[in-house]
């Protein structure tokens, strides 16, 4: 059925279709007709960052930017939903086109610029929540707000959405915020961190409960950079570690018609880069703390490669566009079959 409907959303401008499909998917949540679209999935739960996930396979942040539609993401089979990046301010985005489909390498470049409804309207929404399995929330900085001043915007957000979250990710790896991936590395990092460590704890003692705390990195760094990173999240005292994001590398898609256009490229290039950062994460981190990977899944067979990398969970999101909600269950049914990862 996904098949068709694809081939149709296809035929579409890729951001008219995105917006469409989640438009469509809305309505049949509304119509209480969502076991239409939504495959059995089996419950297989996962303890990761002290919460325990109905399922190892989640909805990666990008697709609901504001939070409009993570109910009914959620009700495809789904373990969580991860929505945003979220800023404290209303932004549109940079300038259309700025998303495109590179079929030929079941992958997606996208430019889109943290657009979103602000901070206010994703509270909102969250005030709505139906669904039961775990909600991530990933917060990131408005396009204007210097680079030196960022850690404003990620507290602002964090102190406003952290009643409502079951984790918080902090978004520091996205190639369309102009100054955004340097807040990776070195004495930026560890200043970025320590600050919201010390916002985490207050917001603890304030409401009762500990809402964990991950980063998102980028899979553009070689294996010296994995590790300082590394070093920074577990001096920091961070929860989780979610990798990766989008690339900024095109040797994969080099003679496709969009391989110039500016932006992070996901899908299946990816995918292989993204398990390096695994692997290389997992060897400098230990048991120190989980790792989500994502990045290029479109199969079973790559969940549970990142899975076999040192993964905790995966996420998946241009797998998802490509393959639609089969894959959700294709991929939990390979991670049960490996029978080693950390299952409740």
């Not at 809305?26 to 990761?48: H, S």
């Not at 760094?221 to 999240?233: G, T, Y």
């Not at 994001?245 to 299946?268: C, F, K």
């Amino acid at each position: 059925m996904y098949s068709l409907a694809r081939k149709a959303l296809f035929a579409l401008d890729p951001e008219v279709s995105h917006e469409l499909s989640l438009d469509l998917i809305g309505a049949c949540d509304r119509l209480r007709l969502m076991k239409l679209l939504a495959p059995k999935v089996a419950d297989d739960p996962v303890e990761v960052m002290g919460l325990t996930f109905p399922n190892p396979v989640g909805m990666a942040a990008g697709l609901d930017k504001s939070g409009d539609y993570f109910n009914a993401l959620g009700q495809l089979g789904f373990g969580s939903v991860e929505i945003g990046t979220v800023t404290p301010r209303p932004q549109p985005g940079n300038p259309k086109p700025r998303l495109f489909r590179l079929p030929e390498h079941q992958a997606i470049i996208n430019r889109m610029g943290f657009n979103n409804k602000g901070v206010d309207h994703m509270v909102a929404q969250v005030k709505k929540r139906r669904f039961d399995g775990v909600l991530g929330i990933n917060i990131g900085k408005n396009f204007d707000t210097p680079v030196e001043n960022a850690v404003d915007d990620y507290l602002m957000c964090m102190t406003k959405v952290y009643e409502y979250a079951d984790y918080i990710t902090v978004n520091v790896s996205s190639p369309n915020t102009p100054g955004l991936r340097n807040l990776q590395y070195g004495d930026s990092l560890n200043s970025l961190l320590e600050s919201l460590k010390i916002e985490q704890r207050h917001l603890h003692q304030a409401y009762g409960s500990y809402v964990p705390l991950a980063v998102k990195i980028a899979p553009d760094m070689n294996a010296d950079e994995v590790s300082q990173v590394a070093r920074a999240l577990k001096d920091q005292g961070l929860d989780g570690v979610i990798a990766t994001n989008t690339t900024i590398e095109r040797d994969s898609v080099q003679g496709s018609v969009h391989a110039d256009e500016a932006g992070g490229l996901s899908g299946a290039p990816v995918k292989d880069q993204s398990t390096d950062v695994i692997r290389h994460l997992k060897a400098a981190l230990g048991d120190a703390l989980p790792i989500i990977g994502v990045g290029g899944i479109g199969t079973g067979a790559d969940a549970a490669e990142k899975m076999l990398a040192g993964a905790s969970m995966v996420q998946l999101y241009s797998g998802f566009i490509y393959r639609g909600p089969e894959l959700i269950g294709e991929c939990c049914d390979a991670i049960a079959g490996l029978g080693t990862y950390n299952s409740v």
